[in-house]
């Protein structure tokens, strides 16, 4: 038996592998909460969906570049990796010369792994960077709307990064106000790492001190029940019209605070008047958000009056946003918490992202952590990320993004690696028809994802435990060993092997790997890291080979408790924020003036373009999963031990069920404008009535679909969501909701096959 230290979004861990080869892991020892998470990724080292072999697209080999309506259905071929990546060579050179590097796609946006060197975006990036650059994608799909909003209310974006820490609200909010909820299965993860999960025993202890919770949400499990919450049970998108409302109230109560608005605000007369409805017409009163959220008026007045009572924290969560007009939630909150006056004082304010991970309001070290150098991005072109079907269908298009118009560039090379796009995409069948748009596909992936089915080129990846690495995340409070737990699978290599072995044929091999190994990386990086950002920090890191026999580095807490814009508050001249007026601004002049009427100058209510009607009744909630992160180890065991008759489950009220005649355990179709998908039915009281609630990331299985007469077999969420930006200033990915109808299925089940390997043929 050995055990080896190792690292994931999910947590720090050992990984014990036995005589027979079989991987188990060990929570950290020092992890209050561990994940479940971490039960998932054993099947990594089964061979179980794994890649094992390089493998190309028959109809890409043998009629080559090209659009292609077969990718995703055409057979694969297993072929070497030297002839492959030698026509792969080939490929980039003719793209480069006929359209150049903006032609190729390298955005490839996605989660990965964690592991500073081994970071698959970074090591495309670099890769990509040595021939000229490429077109890559602007923002994220977990918070793209705050990156893009955030910089013209409040002039940077620490509500998002950093805001006031855990510690604080634990010690000082008397009221956490918990819009789109803080849950406990979203502060399980961190992107790069995380070795002590703490939200769920901030949120005990600050309840344990007498502080009240107040959840809006259509769902109550947003927010653990030990912290007894009073749940406004609002009706999905409809989150900016109660806060407007309330905001209404504090105005007309007089509870607002004039004297932190004249201070610290700009465009207050805007707001306000807007509020009173005098730029159309209608007031935003509580009997007014009533109609739309579902809350009682009495309790929206209520909610008011309790939150300027006292310390309160006004958090967001990054789900909300994540819609169509996301952009005015945001806004509308910020807006309230500004009129409560509480902004920079110690557990008041507001935060964005509270247990959306588990690394938001912890320590934002801010010692620079182990980078592999990129070289810069020579090309600079980005499109908004979750633009990336229009790109690829509609070449040569315009369209409008935070006052700028741009073209959309003709992408003929997709490159991707650490990411899921089959997954994380909105509207699946539309991504398809995207896909085929481009002349040539290639992913690195170690498992057989929907994203792998569907590219031209498959090369295959190794995991993180088949590999050496630094865990290093900016809000960890250690610096992990990742060790080798096991041999690569079959012929899987590092990204930075494909990478340096295809960089060799386009003459850039050694400026891509300066002549090291990825061993000999990890060592360089870390010393590099020890000798400079740990020594000038007064941090004392032991030589490679000590650290690496200790399996770790514990970093210095951060000395001081943050407070989100304490001295702007307290000096708004000498500390201005970076925005035109250097205060927070309820009215934008500058958003006002790109004349978006999909976000105007100040928060405004608008309802989401699709409603619920006769065909599609029910709101659907498609938010991330309690069972893996993302589409991450679908295959795991805590995955498919939350899978109802082997399909994703679907969640909807017991009066809803019974309604429609459906039971627990059945497996129902689950159908929007877009498409359909199976599911497992679970009836759940956690939420309103008309609502249901899908997770994302069970892997599209379109080829079981196909025979069912519905789009995914399996149950990915995304075959029914709508593929629209949040608005022209944004663009941000609206995943989150669309209206659906449920019925049960009826006919042969099909098999869920998109675990198999795929079947292939020989070159
Ligand atoms: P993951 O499943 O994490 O999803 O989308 P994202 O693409 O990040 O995909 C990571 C992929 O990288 C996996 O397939 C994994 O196997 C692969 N991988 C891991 N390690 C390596 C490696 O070392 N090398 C290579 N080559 N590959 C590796 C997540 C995205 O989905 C996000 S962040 C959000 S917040 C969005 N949320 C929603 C939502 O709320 N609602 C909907 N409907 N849709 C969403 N999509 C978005």
């Known amino acids: 038996m050995s055990t080896v230290p ?3 979004h999910w947590g720090s861990f050992t990984a014990v592998r036995a005589a027979d080869g079989t991987v188990g892991v060990r929570p950290h020892p020092d992890d209050p909460d561990p994940s479940a998470l971490l039960a998932n990724l054993p099947v990594a080292a089964t061979g179980r969906a794994r890649v094992l072999r390089p493998h190309v697209r028959r109809g890409w080999w043998e009629d080559g570049p090209g659009p292609d309506a077969r990718r995703g259905r055409d057979e694969l071929l297993a072929v070497g990796w030297d002839e492959l990546l030698d026509r792969v060579a080939a490929e980039y050179r003719r793209v480069l010369a006929t359209d150049g590097p903006a032609a190729v796609f390298g955005g490839s946006y996605g989660w990965a792994s964690a592991g500073r060197f081994h970071h698959a975006q970074s090591q495309l990036h670099r890769f990509l960077n040595c021939l000229g650059g490429a077109t890559r994608s602007s923002h994220t799909y977990s918070h793209g709307t705050a990156e893009v909003l955030l910089p013209h209310v409040v002039g940077s974006l620490e509500p998002l990064i950093s805001p006031t820490a855990w510690s604080v609200v634990e010690a000082s909010t008397d009221l956490v106000l918990a819009v789109g909820g803080l849950p406990a299965k979203n502060a399980q993860v961190a992107s790069g790492g995380i070795s002590r999960h703490e939200v769920a025993g901030r949120l005990r202890a600050a309840r344990a001190r007498g502080a009240e919770f107040v959840l809006v949400s259509p769902q109550r499990d947003d927010l653990a029940a030990e912290l007894d919450a009073d749940w406004l049970a609002v009706v999905p998108g409809t989150d900016a019209a109660l806060l407007l409302a309330m905001s209404h109230v504090l105005v007309t109560e007089g509870l607002h ?35 739309l959220t579902g809350v009682d008026a009495g309790r929206i007045r209520a909610l008011a009056r309790r939150a300027a009572a006292g310390r309160t924290m006004v958090t967001l969560s990054w789900s909300v946003p994540r819609a169509r007009y996301g952009e005015q939630p945001l806004w509308a909150a910020i807006a309230f ?4 006056g509480q ?6 304010g507001f935060g964005h992202g509270y247990a959306s991970t588990g690394g938001v309001g912890r320590r934002a070290g801010s010692l620079a952590l182990p980078t592999l150098p990129q070289f810069g991005d020579p090309l600079r072109r980005r499109i908004p990320v979750a633009r990336i079907a229009d790109a690829l269908l509609a070449p040569g298009a315009e369209y409008e993004v935070d006052g700028r118009t741009e073209t959309y560039p003709r992408l003929r090379l997709v490159h991707w690696a650490g990411g899921n796009p089959f997954h994380h995409h909105q509207d699946l069948q539309r991504l398809q028809r995207a896909f085929a748009a481009a002349d040539t596909v290639v992913v690195h992936e170690p498992f057989w994802t929907s994203t792998a089915r569907h590219a031209d080129v498959v090369l295959p990846s190794t995991t993180t ?29 590092d990204d930075y092997a494909a990478l340096a072995a295809l960089a060799d044929r386009l003459g850039v091999g050694e400026r891509f790997t300066e002549g ?3 061993p000999e990386w990890v060592e360089h990086l870390y010393e590099q890291w020890r000798e400079g950002p740990a020594a000038r920090a007064g941090v004392e890191a032991p030589p490679y080979a000590e650290f690496v026999a200790a399996g770790e580095l514990p970093l210095p807490p951060e000395p001081v408790e943050k407070v989100l814009f304490a001295s702007f508050r307290a000096d708004p001249q000498r500390h201005p924020l970076r925005t035109p007026s250097g205060r927070i601004e309820l009215h934008s002049d500058v958003v006002a003036g790109f004349g978006y009427d999909d976000c105007p100058g100040h928060p405004v209510w608008r309802a989401a373009d699709e409603q619920p009607d006769a065909a599609f009744p029910l709101h659907l909630v498609a938010n991330n999963p309690a069972s893996r992160l993302h589409s991450q180890l679908d295959h795991g065991a805590t995955s498919q031990a939350s899978k109802v008759a082997g399909r994703e489950p679907l969640r909807m009220h017991p009066a809803d069920a019974a309604a429609r005649g459906l039971v627990a355990g059945q497996v129902v179709v689950v159908r929007s404008r877009r498409g359909s998908c199976l599911a497992g039915l679970v009836p759940s009281a956690e939420l309103r009535e008309g609502v249901v609630q899908m997770s994302t990331g069970a892997w599209f299985d379109p080829v079981a679909g196909a ?22 200033l944004a663009q941000g990915c609206t995943g989150q909701h669309a209206v659906v109808e449920v019925a049960a299925h009826e006919g042969p089940r099909p098999r869920v096959t998109v675990f198999d390997q795929p079947v292939t043929g020989g070159s």
């Open 337 to 340: 918490a500004a009129l409560l």
């Open 6 to 8: 190792h690292a994931s």
């Open 257 to 291: 605070d004039e004297d932190f608005l004249r201070r610290c605000c700009a465009g207050t007369e805007e707001f306000l008047a807007s509020l009173r409805g005098e730029d159309d017409g209608v007031e935003k009163t509580p009997d007014w958000a009533a109609a």
């Open 516 to 518: 090291r190994t990825a």
């Open 343 to 348: 902004i920079g004082l110690p557990g008041g």
């Open 707 to 728: 025979q069912a007469g519905v789009t995914c077999g399996h149950g990915n969420v995304n075959v029914l969501t709508t593929d629209v930006g949040t608005s022209r």
């Open 465 to 493: 435990m088949e590999r050496v690495d630094l865990g290093a995340a900016r809000y960890d409070d250690r610096i992990v060993a990742m060790g080798r737990v096991h041999a690569p699978l079959g012929e899987a290599r």
